[in-house]
């Protein structure tokens, strides 16, 4: 099923993962959201004492693909088949599509059609209770078995962030002007510092993938120095 509805116009793409209230990562997600109100993002960021590393990234990655999705959700009419007929970030980077199942070898096609395409990918893989359990499996016996967290949980991780991430440099390198338009810009830089800082703390995204926003990611790391 295609992530991006049929209305382009509208301000924002519906989200389409909820954590499940009352559940244990609903309320590290509850947890996340009181600590980024204190205005320490790097603090809001750091695993909670006694916490699961993979259950807080999860958790996290949720809520950023949330976030993405709305943001870019605000600016579609400007991203079209003819404005942005590339994925790019500036003049020196440009990304083809490929998720090595439906599309093995990368291809070339437009901003809009490669966010749909990442969506899509992203959406399928926090759906799937193989990688991402609602339930989880705990080694104590006074919480309900669930199920673990896969090997391969980590590296799934890595690659929708380091592919949310080109969103984010997509709108900034295209879109800036659109943003401030919108009077948006204030909450895409929050987003962003937010994302930028958990990936950081967990060494996520290689910095190479960052490149885009480097600038950018050192004027926000310093400004919180």
């Given amino acids: 099923m295609s992530f991006l509805f049929g209305n382009r116009s509208s301000k924002t793409f519906k989200p389409k993962k909820n954590i499940p209230e009352g559940s244990h990562q609903y309320e590290l ?10 205005g320490n993002l790097r603090q809001a960021v750091m695993l909670p004492e006694g916490e699961d590393l993979n259950e807080w990234i999860a958790v996290n990655t949720v809520d950023f693909f949330n976030q993405i999705n709305m943001l870019y ?19 020196r980077y440009e990304y083809h599509w490929a998720d090595g199942t ?10 809009p059609k490669y966010i749909d395409y990442l969506m899509t990918w992203v959406q ?11 339930k989880i499996a705990y080694s104590t016996t006074l919480c309900p ?17 380091k592919r949310l991430f080109r969103v984010y440099a997509h709108i900034y390198h295209q879109h800036f002007d659109s943003v401030m338009q919108l009077q948006e810009e204030a909450h895409l830089n929050t987003s962003f510092k937010h994302f930028i800082f958990f990936v950081q703390e967990f060494n996520l995204i290689d910095r190479r993938e960052l490149a885009p926003l480097q600038d950018l990611i050192e004027k926000l790391g310093s400004k919180d120095r």
């Fill in 29 to 38: 997600l509850k947890h996340a959201e009181a600590t980024l109100g204190s």
């Fill in 73 to 91: 959700g605000t600016i579609t009419e400007f991203c079209t088949e003819i404005s942005c007929s590339v994925m790019s970030a500036g003049p």
């Fill in 102 to 111: 439906n599309i093995k070898k990368p291809i070339k096609c437009s901003a």
């Fill in 124 to 134: 399928d893989q926090l759906d799937d209770e193989t990688l991402f359990p609602s």
């Fill in 145 to 161: 078995a669930g199920v673990p967290f896969p090997k391969n949980f980590m590296s799934v991780a890595k690659t929708i962030l």
